[in-house]
């Protein structure tokens, strides 16, 4: 299989137990966090190889970090060693990554303060066959927005097939620019597209004609995602795929868009949920992970729903699923 290059924010992700008197106790679990490095460590597991670059102190934590990443096959050669500090996001374990009850310390970290002509892209970039991305990391400073087109510039020009994951944190996007006014000139170099309904309206301005899933059926939301779909092709005519993804109470699934049509994910029960971080993170490995099997368009978006379904049921932010067990929870 291709290489795949994950870029973005490593994150010290500290998770208390819900309700518990962590403070009091001295115990505060945490676990490596990032959206990207999420996607990075779930196709390592699947034996898919992956580079991860990032940017951190040079420290003896980060040395640590880039031990443990090395373990798990991730080529960490690109990390980019500049700043003082890593960030940090504090989440009660089982919470949702939108809600009020997310603490995000990113301010000044090493990644936010990254600036054009720091990483070699023609470099690092030679030998892959993959570029994976997320508007979070557009999210924090202007200088890493820059980064990021920069790098989304030499992965297009390189011919590299690129994935970008329409991330919305609503705390994030602070530094005087909305995602609006940074969303679509990033998008345009797009192959692979990824969201939802209300994540492609507040970034790339295509109006969902369902202002909320509350009440609404799988086919009242499947109907909206094929009319986003369609306009979204028109603005970014280079996606050949489209996903998004709908969690509802009780219930789970994907929808597809490739070539002029759409596909439709299982509707998978959803009972006792553990944790909710990193479940999109875990659909977007899969869905890269089945283009590159050159799945048909119904079991790609198959094999992510249900790998993003199997990580609602894990601890942590990264998947430990095997592809057997993905494969079982289709079957």
Same mark, same amino acid.
Request: charged share 15%.
């Given at each position: 299989m291709d290489k795949v290059f994950c870029f973005g924010e490593i994150l010290l992700h500290y998770s208390p137990k819900v309700n518990s008197d962590f403070i009091a106790n001295q115990n505060m679990p945490f676990c490596l966090g990032g959206a990207e490095l999420n996607v990075a460590t779930a196709l390592a597991n699947w034996e898919v190889p992956v580079a991860y670059c990032t940017a951190m102190p040079d420290n003896f934590l980060s040395k640590a970090i880039i031990t443990n990443l090395s373990s798990k096959h991730i080529d960490t050669s690109a990390i980019n060693f500049s700043g003082n500090r890593m960030g940090v996001f504090y989440l009660a374990q089982g919470m949702d990554m939108k809600n009020a009850a997310v603490v995000?310390?990113?301010?000044?970290?090493?990644?936010?303060?990254?600036? /054009?002509?720091?990483?070699?892209?023609?470099?690092?970039?030679?030998?892959?066959?993959?570029?994976?991305? !997320?508007?979070?990391?557009?999210?924090? !400073?202007?200088?890493? !927005?820059?980064?990021?087109?920069?790098?989304?510039?030499?992965?297009?020009?390189?011919?590299?097939?690129?994935?970008?994951?329409?991330?919305?944190?609503?705390?994030?996007?602070?530094y005087g620019k909305t995602p609006l006014?940074?969303?679509?000139?990033?998008?345009?170099?797009?192959?692979?597209?990824?969201?939802?309904?209300?994540?492609?309206?507040?970034?790339l301005g295509v109006q969902s004609t369902i202002k909320e899933s509350?009440?609404?059926?799988?086919?009242?939301?499947?109907?909206?995602?094929?009319?986003?779909?369609?306009?979204?092709?028109?603005?970014?005519? /280079?996606?050949q795929h489209i996903a998004y993804t709908f969690r509802l109470a009780d219930e789970y699934h994907g929808v597809l868009k490739q070539e002029d049509q759409c596909y439709i994910s299982q509707?998978? !029960?959803?009972?006792?949920?553990?944790?909710?971080?990193?479940?999109?993170?875990?659909?977007?490995?899969?869905?890269?992970?089945?283009?590159?099997?050159?799945?048909?368009?119904?079991? /790609?978006?198959?094999?992510?729903?249900?790998a993003g379904v199997g990580k609602l049921y894990e601890l942590g932010d990264a998947t430990h699923q095997t592809i057997e067990q993905i494969k079982k929870r289709i079957s």
């Open positions: 995000f310390d990113r301010a000044n970290s090493s990644f936010a303060n990254l600036q /054009k002509g720091m990483i070699d892209w023609e470099k690092q970039l030679q030998g892959i066959g993959w570029f994976h991305i !997320t508007a979070i990391s557009a999210s924090l !400073t202007t200088s890493a !927005t820059e980064v990021c087109l920069e790098a989304l510039k030499a992965a297009s020009a390189m011919g590299i097939p690129i994935s970008i994951d329409l991330n919305y944190r609503p705390k994030l996007w602070q006014e940074v969303m679509p000139e990033l998008v345009q170099y797009a192959n692979v597209i990824m969201g939802n309904l209300w994540a492609v309206e507040k970034m509350a009440g609404c059926s799988a086919e009242q939301l499947n109907n909206a995602a094929k009319e986003s779909m369609k306009e979204l092709s028109v603005l970014y005519p /280079k996606a509707l998978h !029960t959803l009972d006792n949920i553990i944790n909710i971080v990193g479940s999109g993170d875990c659909f977007m490995a899969g869905l890269i992970f089945a283009i590159q099997q050159n799945k048909t368009p119904q079991d /790609k978006i198959n094999f992510a729903a249900a």
